[in-house]
């Protein structure tokens, strides 16, 4: 469910990213743009979704966070591919730091922000 929240986010930022985003700050821009947004999504759905999906501990809510990573991954380089027709070489070139290239910020924000929307939801 909540992934599916995510991809749903995930799709319309990409179509936001191509359709005005980028036409008005190029690539680069685009690609900063449609990170943080995404980035975004993610903190707002990990923050409500967390108690629906009750973690009994850390360990747990980390386990959710690696799942959202591995379904984003997956879901990047497939639909990316096979859906979006983007090549393997232009899927691989967003992990590039070296270039610019932030996506590796939505895979640590996927990682810990479940963990993180946990712990702030702790009874004090």
């Known amino acids: 469910m909540e992934f599916g929240l995510l991809l749903i986010f995930a799709v319309l930022n990409g179509a936001i990213r ?6 008005r700050f190029g690539e680069q821009g685009g690609h900063i743009g449609s990170t943080a947004i995404l980035c ?5 759905v ?3 979704s967390i108690s629906w999906i ?3 501990d850390r360990r747990e809510a ?3 966070g690696t799942v959202w990573v591995a379904l984003t991954v997956a879901f990047k380089f497939l639909a990316g591919h ?3 027709g983007n090549s393997w070489e232009r899927l691989i070139a967003d992990y590039n730091v070296f270039r610019g290239r932030l996506w ?10 479940p963990l993180w929307a946990f712990l ?3 009874p004090v």
């Open 18 to 23: 191509e359709g005005l985003i980028t036409l």
């Open 40 to 44: 975004a999504a993610i903190i707002l």
């Open 46 to 48: 990990a923050w409500f």
């Open 54 to 56: 009750g973690p009994k």
């Open 62 to 64: 980390l386990v959710i």
């Open 82 to 84: 096979y859906v979006f």
């Open 104 to 113: 590796i910020l939505v895979l640590l924000m996927s990682l810990f922000t």
């Open 120 to 122: 702030q939801k702790l």
